[in-house]
């Protein structure tokens, strides 16, 4: 039997408001996993740490590069305390470049990784050019000898400038023979050249042998010398020996050589 509409009505209503009070007391299935809205970022600026290895560094940082051993410092090109860095000789060659001598004392410096500086004349720079050059590529320093090898001490003041302002362009001055006095000093510091005389002459010039010629290197050779010989002006088979022979040994002895700062 069907009940009368005015008692229904308060029973259906009642039905319905236990059933949302139902619904409003179980939590949300995805009140959870809700996402961000999508103008939220997320956090990066300065409230954000990074993590921290176990060495103390940070893994956010690049990792650091190996250190790099630093290189050996070499002296200043125009370093002229030649007594100040240990074993080393300062070989010179006078009155060259000679197209059979200069190459063969070229390689004997390149078997025993020896630098040296060659005092060239002007007039044989001219005529063997391509022999500077390769002085110069190998290494070795070149200085002015003149132009053409005249005592300057025996010359008038004008053909005394004449004879360094034409000879080769170098920071040093080897005088002919040696001779010097305060003009030419003078003239050479015009000239911004410093004169380079020698400590040991091994006299190879008068071709006195080979041996005589080692003895001289040998005897002579003490950290900073400076010892004179010759790849110009006449036959130097005694002086090539000689020095192949006194480097062999000056080595084995812990010398090295060095170009001087021309």
């Given at each position: 039997m069907t009940k009368p509409p005015g008692k229904l009505l308060p029973l259906v209503a009642a039905l319905l408001c236990g059933a949302v009070l139902a619904q409003a007391a179980s939590p949300s299935s995805h009140s959870s996993t809700s996402a961000k809205p999508a103008d939220q970022a997320p956090s990066h600026g300065l409230l954000s740490t990074s993590t921290t290895s176990k060495r103390g560094a940070s893994s956010s940082t690049k990792p650091a590069q190996p250190a790099v051993k630093p290189a050996t410092p070499k002296p200043p090109a125009d370093d002229w305390n030649l007594t100040g860095h240990g074993k080393v000789l300062y070989l010179t060659f006078d009155d060259?470049?000679?197209?059979?001598?200069?190459?063969?004392?070229?390689?004997?410096?390149?078997?025993?990784?020896?630098?040296?500086?060659?005092?060239?004349?002007?007039?044989?720079?001219?005529?063997f050019p391509e022999l500077v050059t390769a002085e110069r590529a190998a290494g070795h320093h070149v200085g002015n000898h003149t132009y053409d090898h005249k005592t300057l001490t025996r010359l008038p003041e004008a053909k005394m400038r004449q004879e360094v302002a034409q000879g080769i362009k170098s920071k040093c001055l080897r005088p002919p023979e040696g001779a010097t006095n305060a003009q030419v000093h003078a003239i050479a510091a015009a000239y911004h050249q410093r004169e380079v005389l020698w400590d040991v002459d091994t006299e190879d010039w008068e071709k006195p042998g080979t041996a005589h010629i080692e003895h001289a290197i040998m005897s002579g050779a003490r950290p900073g010398a400076i010892i004179l010989m010759h790849d110009g002006g006449?036959?130097?088979?005694?002086?090539?020996?000689?020095?192949?022979?006194?480097?062999?040994?000056?080595?084995?002895?812990?010398?090295?050589?060095?170009s001087l700062p021309c």
């Open positions: 060259g470049p000679q197209h059979e001598w200069t190459p063969k004392v070229l390689e004997v410096l390149r078997k025993h990784h020896a630098q040296a500086t060659f005092f060239v004349i002007g007039i044989q720079v001219a005529q006449g036959n130097r088979s005694e002086t090539v020996a000689a020095l192949d022979s006194a480097l062999t040994k000056l080595t084995r002895l812990g010398y090295t050589y060095r």
